[in-house]
């Protein structure tokens, strides 16, 4: 995995807005991405995907764009929860034998009353 | 609700024990994974098992022993370990085909 410092980047955002989480990913031949949520004491739990044929994927008051151009992912939450509190990664398929997943370092959704 | 289970939720051993975290998965997918996740860091790929077979070990020293005796289970075994290996220990399972991978709760391990 890819990991950075100890400090976890930090979103912090009024509860009712929307919330947009980056993400930049290393592998131009990746097609294939993941959104992952994770709550504190829990495991990795599966938002959305999308595969490098698609700019932009609809979920439930979730959207993921991606830019292939400049190898860019994010994640759009709309009119955001204090449920939706939680860390966030994003995942690269490494398109090789292994199907292996390539994790990003992780941002922290924090969400204000 | 996850359909990966995994126990037990938490573990605590001295280095001279050996222990066992099971994961199941009922969904039917033919690969299984082990991950570990240290705080505030992304999960790492530690083995994956493809058919019942291991196809991918991530340079794991050989105290962490991984076993698949079906298509529904998965076990590491645990011997001699360090307390740097202290991390809460991931399973997961998904379809090499359709790429998702689905995460279990979890094993949170203290080394004493």
């Known amino acids: 995995g890819e990991s950075v410092g100890l400090h976890l980047p930090t979103l912090s955002v009024q509860e009712g807005d929307n919330s947009i989480i980056n993400c930049a990913y290393s592998n131009s031949a990746s097609d294939y991405f993941i959104w992952y949520k994770q709550e504190s004491g829990k495991g990795p739990q599966f938002i959305i995907d999308i595969r490098s044929n698609m700019d932009k994927r609809q979920g439930q008051r979730v959207t993921v764009l991606l830019n292939k151009t400049v190898k860019h992912l994010s994640l759009q939450i709309a009119a955001t929860q204090p449920g939706d509190s939680a860390v966030y990664f994003c995942a690269e398929n490494a398109m090789d034998s292994s199907y292996k997943l390539i994790f990003g370092s992780g941002t922290r959704l924090l969400v204000r009353p | 609700d996850t359909e990966v289970t995994q126990t037990p939720k938490h573990l605590v051993m001295g280095m001279t024990n050996k222990k066992s975290l099971k994961c199941e998965q009922h969904?039917?997918?033919?690969?299984m994974y082990w991950y570990k996740q240290k705080a505030k860091k992304p999960p790492e790929l530690m083995f994956v098992y493809s058919y019942e077979k291991l196809s991918i070990n991530e340079s794991v020293p050989s105290r962490f022993s991984p076993e698949c005796p079906n298509s529904s289970l998965l076990n590491l075994h645990l011997h001699a370990l360090q307390p740097e290996d202290s991390a809460l220990y991931l399973c997961a399972a998904g379809d090499r085909g359709l790429e998702t991978q689905y995460f279990g709760p979890g094993t949170r391990l203290l080394v004493l």
């Open positions: 969904m039917g997918h033919r690969a």
